[in-house]
């Protein structure tokens, strides 16, 4: 199974965002993620992420991963509502994995990963976030693709203070 992976990229520049943390430029794909600095306990954490293709032709399907280790009690990917695009995600409890279509060139798709913050979480809430392009067929499991790309996915860290 041929793959690539994502490149992560700073997130834009705006209030409520933070720096990620590398960039990696011969990936076909680059990953924007937004994030609060500060989050509440029992509150639940938008972050919005953008994959943008940079190829001159369409990718091949593209594997994304969202996982939170702990302070978190359940995690979930949202499409927006009209979008042209199918999601196809795992939902877990600590993590989201989803498969989706191929990008055409210079097109993105925009959708959010909400993090339900648990009551009793103290300190730093972390979040990881990654991916890659694959031959894969859309039906794979996206469980399979996680254990099969194992270390070689780069991934993106977020880290937001929780607050009380």
Known sequence: MAAAVLAPSPAA?????APSATTASSAPVR???????????????SYKVRLINKLQTKTHPIFLAAKFPKGVSKVRI?????SHYREGCTR???RALCLLPGLSK????????????SGSARGKLYGYFGGAVTDASLDTDPKELLSEFGGDISWIKTHSTIVR
Not at 31 to 45: A, E, K, S
Not at 108 to 114: D, E
């Open 13 to 17: 520049a705006s209030p409520a965002a």
């Open 31 to 45: 990953i924007l993620v937004n994030y609060p600095f500060r989050v509440r306990t029992g509150q639940v954490v």
């Open 78 to 82: 949202y499409v927006p509502s009209g």
């Open 92 to 94: 877990e409890q600590l």
């Open 106 to 117: 210079g097109k993105s798709y925009t959708f959010w990963v909400k993090a339900w913050v």
